[in-house]
C-alpha cells in the first residue's frame, strides 16, 4: 500500500456528507487515516462514516476543531464552502494547513496508475462502467465517483490493485490537481459558466487537462463529439497516444461502433477493435450509454484487463444511483428518477427512456438546476424536454447561486412544444404527475436537485388511486 501522505493522516473534512468528500473519507479511513468531519445535517453518509470510524459533527462550528482531540493535520474543503464557514475560518486562524478536496484526492492517487474520467456529460456512468469491470477482472481498483454503483452502494474504496479510477470534475477546475496516465474525455460541451466564464474558458480547460496526462500516457476520446475530437487531434499533435470510440471513428486504433441495438432493458452494442469484432452487452439503455460502455473498455485494455473479461464486467453493470434509477411500480405504471440537468443530458436520457417505456408514453417531472444554466439554457431544455409525452416543470433548484429576478421554471415550460405544466410548489408536484400517468406509462423525475425525493411520494399517490 502506498503511504498515505503526511497531511492526510488527520483529516479534517468540511462538509464530509457530500458526495465527493465522503468518498475521500471512505478511503482515508481504510488506509488508517484519523477521520473528523462536519455536515449541515443527519444523512446516510453520515451514519456509514461514523460506523467505520470517523468522528463527525452534524452542524458547523468553530468549536468543531478544538473539540478534536488533536489539531488535524489538515481541513479539506469542496468549492461549495464558503471562507466565511466558523470552521475554515478557524483552521485558518489556528494555521492549519487547507486543502480542496481534488488536492487530498490527488495525494491518495500517488503510487497508483490512474484513470480518470472528464467530459460534460456521463462521467459518473463512464467511471463506474470501468470501476465494475475492472472488479469482474479482479484487479480490485482504487475508486472515487460522483454517484453511488448499484452493486456495492458505495462511491469509493480503496483497493489493493494499484489501480485508481476517479471521475474528474471540471466544474470548478479541479481536475487540473491530478496526473492520470489514462484519461477518458466524453464530450465537451459548455457548461458551468458560472465559474469559467465563456465557452472559449470551459473548453480550454479541457486542453489543459489533457497537458496533465504522464508521459506515455493515454487520451481516449469520443470521435463523434466534435469538441472532444477536436481535443484528440490537439493531442496527437503535441505527441500523446490517443485512441478513438463512436460511429464516425475511422483509424486503425479506434473503436469503431457498427451497430447499436436497443432493448427495454439496455441494448448490445457491436463495434471493430483491433482488427475484429466484439459485442458488448450494456444493461442500461439508451446509445449514450454504449458510447460510454466503449469509453470504459479502451480504458480498461489500456490498464491491462482482457477484452472478454471487461465486456462480461460491462454486461454486469446494473447502473449507478440517480441515473435512471427504478424507483418502484405501482399498477402498470413505473417510476424512475435521473440525475441529467443539461439539455444534452435531458434529451439522451429522454430518447433512452422512450425505448424503455415500450408502447407507453413517457411522463417526465423536471426541475431546472441553477438559475445561471436555466437562463443560458431555456429553449435548449424545452426542447429537449419536448421528446416526453407530458412535463411537468418545477421552480429552479438554486444550490450555490441566489436567486435572479424573472429568471423561473416558467423560462422553460413557455416554450416545450407537447403538453406541459409549470409547476413551482414543490409539495403538489407528485399529486400532479401521479394524476397525469395512465396505465402503462413510464414516469421520470429529472434533475441535479432535491427532485428525487418525489419517486416515492409519486408512487405513493398512484397507490392511492
Known amino acids: 500500500m502506498p503511504e498515505l501522505p503526511e497531511e492526510l493522516r488527520r483529516a479534517h473534512l468540511i462538509g464530509i456528507g457530500g458526495a465527493g468528500m465522503s468518498g475521500i473519507a471512505r478511503i482515508l479511513l481504510a488506509r488508517g487515516a484519523f477521520v473528523s468531519g462536519s455536515d449541515a445535517k443527519e444523512s446516510r453518509a453520515l451514519l456509514s462514516l461514523r460506523a467505520q470510524g470517523a468522528e463527525l459533527f452534524v452542524g458547523q462550528s468553530a468549536s468543531n476543531i478544538s473539540a478534536l482531540a488533536e489539531p488535524p493535520s489538515a481541513v479539506v474543503v469542496s468549492t461549495a464552502i464558503k471562507e466565511t464557514n466558523p470552521e475554515l475560518v478557524a483552521a485558518r486562524a489556528a494555521g492549519i494547513p487547507v486543502l480542496h478536496r481534488a488536492q487530498a484526492l490527488a495525494g491518495l492517487m500517488e503510487g497508483h496508475r490512474v484513470a480518470c474520467i472528464a467530459g460534460t456529460h456521463g462521467k459518473t456512468s463512464t467511471t463506474s462502467m470501468l470501476t465494475v469491470a475492472l472488479q469482474h477482472c479482479r484487479l480490485d481498483p482504487s475508486f472515487a465517483i460522483g454517484g453511488d454503483l448499484n452493486e456495492s452502494g458505495a462511491n469509493a474504496h480503496h483497493g489493493e490493485g494499484g489501480i485508481f479510477v476517479a471521475e474528474a470534475d471540471e466544474s470548478d477546475g479541479s481536475f487540473l490537481t491530478y496526473s492520470p496516465s489514462v484519461a477518458v474525455v466524453t464530450n465537451v460541451e459548455p457548461d458551468h459558466l458560472d465559474h469559467h466564464g465563456t465557452a472559449e474558458a470551459y473548453t480550454k480547460v479541457f486542453t489543459d487537462f489533457v497537458g496533465r496526462i504522464v508521459p506515455g500516457g493515454l487520451l481516449i476520446v469520443c470521435g463523434d463529439d466534435p469538441a472532444a475530437d477536436e481535443l484528440g487531434k490537439q493531442a496527437s499533435e ?16 479506434d473503436a469503431r461502433i457498427l451497430d447499436y441495438t436497443p432493448a427495454p432493458d439496455g441494448g448490445v452494442v457491436r463495434l471493430a477493435l483491433d482488427g475484429g469484432e466484439l459485442s458488448v452487452r450494456v444493461a442500461v439503455p439508451g446509445e449514450h450509454m454504449a458510447l460510454n460502455a466503449v469509453a470504459a473498455l479502451l480504458a480498461g485494455l489500456e490498464l491491462g484487463a482482457p477484452a472478454d473479461e471487461l465486456a462480461d464486467g460491462l454486461a454486469a453493470f446494473g447502473g449507478v444511483r440517480r441515473r435512471f434509477e427504478f424507483k418502484g411500480r405501482a399498477g402498470d405504471v413505473r417510476v424512475y428518477d435521473d440525475y441529467a440537468h443539461h439539455p444534452t443530458e435531458v434529451a439522451a436520457q429522454l430518447r433512452a427512456v422512450r425505448t424503455a417505456a415500450g408502447t407507453g408514453r413517457v411522463v417526465v417531472v423536471f426541475q431546472p438546476h441553477l438559475y445561471s444554466r436555466t437562463k443560458l439554457f431555456s429553449a435548449e431544455f424545452a426542447a429537449a424536454l419536448s421528446l416526453a409525452d407530458e412535463v411537468v416543470v418545477l421552480d429552479v433548484y438554486g444550490a450555490r447561486e441566489e436567486p435572479e429576478p424573472g429568471v423561473t421554471g416558467a423560462l422553460i415550460a413557455d416554450a416545450v412544444t ?15 404527475a401521479a394524476g ?11 434533475g441535479a436537485g432535491d427532485v428525487t425525493q418525489l419517486g416515492p411520494e409519486i408512487l405513493a399517490e398512484l397507490d392511492k388511486r
Open 436 to 446: 397525469l400517468a395512465r396505465g402503462g406509462d413510464l414516469v421520470v423525475t429529472m
Open 418 to 432: 407537447v403538453p406541459v405544466h409549470y409547476e413551482p410548489a414543490f409539495d403538489v408536484a407528485a399529486g400532479l
Open 238 to 253: 503535441l505527441g500523446v497516444r490517443v485512441r478513438r470510440y463512436g460511429r464516425t471513428v475511422t483509424d486503425a486504433g
